[in-house]
């Protein structure tokens, strides 16, 4: 799924990076984990934020809103054992968000 990386978030150490997700509700959700979990790049002293990141994720379920909008329900959980920083896996985002990838 799609998020954006915001910062770096070990000061001086390169390495580790926040992402947010907007969900299909315009809710924001936290996330911090190490680069490779995120991108297929590097990030150096001088990367300029924000960059477009990826999350991996499994589609739970595919439903309609009370707008009849779709909203998928994607868990977090696998592949890569990824949760917001209050510890939530499953997030209702919109199907632009989806990604799909021959990495898994």
Do not use: S
């Not at 992402?19 to 995120?38: C, M, N, Q, S, T």
Request: hydrophobic letters at 40%; aromatic letters at 10%; a negative charge.
């Amino acid at each position: 799924m799609r998020v954006v990386m915001t910062r770096c978030t070990t000061g001086d150490q390169l390495g580790w990076v926040e992402r947010r997700l907007l969900d299909a509700y315009g809710r924001e959700w936290l996330f911090e984990d190490k680069v490779p979990i995120f991108a297929d790049w590097d990030i150096g002293f001088g990367t300029v934020f924000p960059k477009d990141g990826l999350i991996g994720c499994t589609v739970v379920d595919r439903q309609r809103d009370a707008g009849g909008r779709e909203i998928i329900i994607v868990d977090t959980e696998l592949p890569d054992h990824v949760e917001a920083t209050n510890g939530e896996t499953r997030f209702k985002v919109r199907p632009d968000q989806i990604v799909l990838l021959d990495r898994y």
